[in-house]
């Protein structure tokens, strides 16, 4: 009866396979338009339209639903855990609103489950490349505070059904010091899954050091806490950092709807950017590589900027280049720190579309921030980022986020000297070299009469430059007395004023302007203009001529000019 029972079991099991490959070579639209099609028309559409109009998915497209382990393996997968248990102890009340606690549709997430099939979103001719079988394992860290059990579970789930096994040497998590601890604890039931809990809230930049410091595999993995990752997420990224230790990879992020969990197929060709307030944005890749790029599973190299939650690093290289600013709080900024320290200190970062990795957006941060709120914490941590890594470029981070400046953002000591130590790149390079099409603001001009005493500065052309009566009113000012005040330059239409000479005594005149011209560059100091290579300034009591450059004596009357703004 044994004999036969298995022999009826062996005849089903293969009979079985069959009819899941004959499925799964069907033309695609047939085989899953049933499944997938109408409750993502419907629902779907929200999601679709609202804020991330630059990943739009074509729900028509046909389906290619990803594989899933077999029952036994699945079991084998979880070991002794109890997923049911873990699951419905925590249930929604019902009268609750499903959005109160995490910011999205809770309700959704649970029903789901932690094992179904997504579409495999990336370019079919991913699908046919062959990885080196020799990959080292990775230790994948997840930090989070207060997730939802079936966000986390499903992170944790889908990397061990969807990556080769010997890839993963360890799950780590590190449980930003949660409400309930058992939403961590409970989950190193599942083989490879450990648990670090901190004993108060750090943040996520903390957490993720704590978590790297932990771990033994040589390559660092790093997810957000509800995220899920997709068919052969893994080998394209460990692959690439094992040919080159100082690259940093990242996936495609799909999107995960906060509304009803589909799971949509993000652009393939973005990349990270950011404004001058550091503010994170994916931006279309500049046209010519568009252009130039003939193989779409080829990495989107030269990402300025990475996300931050998703990606792959080398442990060593991660640790020498002085992991993350650990006085960097709760959340935000790390990923500019990060960027910039990789790029300019001798690495690169780069994205890879044969890697897939879902990940729920939100509109909301659904947790407390200890102190104040969300901006205070990205003010400070992004305020960190510009003063150690910015330079002078650091001015339009001002100018763009006022309300950083005169806080207090702790010591940064440690990291400049860390920049010193590991012999870093100006931010000039990284602006030359790695993001051009960042555009540096226009310096506003002010329009003014440039006055001492009742006389006025004024320039006929390139013939003619000295002090004349004032005149006219406001607007009404001559064109020879108006002055464009661009810093370096003073100027008048294309004319600008420049020393002939460096020597104390030089005559000054007009010239077509060129910004890059040592001899035209001044900087107003108090009520001087100061020479800026030569450190003398303009006179106009002087004996060589009408006007000159003399060593700088700010009591001087021939050195006051006073600048008023014609509105
Ligand atoms: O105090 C905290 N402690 C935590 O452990 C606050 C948060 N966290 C965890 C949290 O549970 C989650 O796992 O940190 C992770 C990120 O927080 P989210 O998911 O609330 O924020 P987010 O998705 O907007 O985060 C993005 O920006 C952050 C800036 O600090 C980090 O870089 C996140 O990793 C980053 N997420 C991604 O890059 C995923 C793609 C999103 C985009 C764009
Ligand atoms: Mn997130």
């Known amino acids: 009866i044994r004999a036969n029972a298995i022999a009826i079991l062996t005849v089903a099991w293969i009979l079985g396979t069959f009819y899941y490959l004959w499925q799964d070579n069907k033309p695609a639209a047939a085989a899953s338009s049933s499944a997938s099609q109408p409750r993502g028309r419907s629902r779907g559409q929200k999601a679709a339209s609202g804020r991330l109009e630059i990943r739009r998915d074509d729900r028509t497209i046909p389906l290619i639903v990803t594989q899933l382990p077999r029952a036994e393996q699945q079991g084998h997968l979880l070991g002794s855990f109890d997923e049911k248990a873990y699951l419905t102890e925590k249930l929604l009340k019902p009268g609750v609103d499903p959005y109160q606690d995490h910011a999205f ?3 959704e997430s649970d029903r789901v489950g932690s094992e179904r099939a997504i579409r495999d979103t990336r370019h079919y001719r991913c699908a046919s490349i062959s990885y080196d079988p020799e990959l080292p394992s990775t230790s994948i860290i997840i930090t989070f505070h207060n997730e939802a059990r079936s966000t986390l579970l499903r992170t ?29 604890q409970l989950l190193v039931h599942i083989p490879k899954v450990r648990c ?8 996520l930049i903390r957490s993720r050091v704590r978590g790297a410091n932990a771990a033994s595999a040589p390559i660092l993995t790093f997810l957000d806490s509800h995220c899920e990752v ?5 080998q394209p990224m460990i692959q690439r950092v094992k040919e080159d230790h100082t ?11 906060l509304d009803n969990f589909a799971y949509l197929a993000a652009s393939a060709d973005l990349r990270g950017g950011f404004d001058w307030s550091l503010h994170f944005k994916w931006e279309q890749i500049p046209i010519e590589q568009k252009m130039a ?9 030269r990402t300025p900027v990475i996300a931050g939650g998703i990606f792959v690093m080398d442990k060593s290289w991660f640790n020498r280049l002085g992991q993350y600013d650990t006085h960097m709080d709760i959340w935000g900024g790390e990923n500019f720190e990060l960027s910039f320290r990789v790029w300019m200190c001798g690495g690169s970062l780069e994205i890879l579309p044969c890697s897939r990795v879902g990940h729920v957006f939100r509109k909301r941060h659904p947790y407390e921030f200890p102190e104040g709120n969300a901006l205070t914490y990205i003010r400070r941590n992004t305020r960190r980022a510009a003063e150690v890594w910015m330079d002078e470029y650091k001015q339009y981070y001002y100018s763009a986020r006022p309300s950083a400046q005169g806080k207090a953002f702790g010591s940064i ?3 400049v000297s860390l920049r010193k130590k590991l012999n870093c790149k100006p931010f000039r390079w990284y602006m030359e070299n790695v993001y051009p099409e960042l555009r540096v603001p ?9 006055r001492q005493g009742g006389l006025c500065l004024e320039a006929r052309g390139a013939e003619w430059l000295g002090l004349a009566e004032c005149r006219g009113v406001g607007t009404n000012r001559p064109q020879s007395q108006r002055w464009e005040l661009i810093e370096p330059l003073i100027r008048q239409q294309d004319l600008c004023l420049a020393i002939s000479a460096f020597s104390p005594g030089s005559k000054v005149k007009m010239e077509p302007c060129n910004a890059k011209e040592a001899r035209q560059k001044w900087k107003p100091k108090g009520s001087v203009l100061q020479h800026l290579v030569s450190g003398l300034c303009l006179d106009s009591q002087t004996p060589t001529g009408p006007l000159a450059i003399t060593q700088c004596r700010p009591q001087a009357a021939g050195q006051s000019w006073e600048p008023q703004i014609i509105t």
């Open 196 to 203: 670090l809990r901190n004993v108060r809230r750090e943040g």
């Open 413 to 415: 000591t440690d990291r």
């Open 105 to 107: 549709n809770v309700l």
């Open 442 to 450: 226009e310096q506003e001009a002010v329009t003014s009469v440039l």
């Open 293 to 301: 790029r003939s193989d779409p599973t080829q990495p989107i190299s």
């Open 247 to 257: 690259r940093v990879v990242s996936p495609i992020i799909d999107v995960i709807s």
């Open 156 to 184: 944790v789930k889908s990397v061990l059904m969807r990556s080769p096994p010997s890839l993963i040497q360890e799950i780590i998590l590190i449980d930003d010091f949660s409400s309930d601890p058992e939403d961590c």
């Open 230 to 234: 997709n068919t052969d997420w893994l």
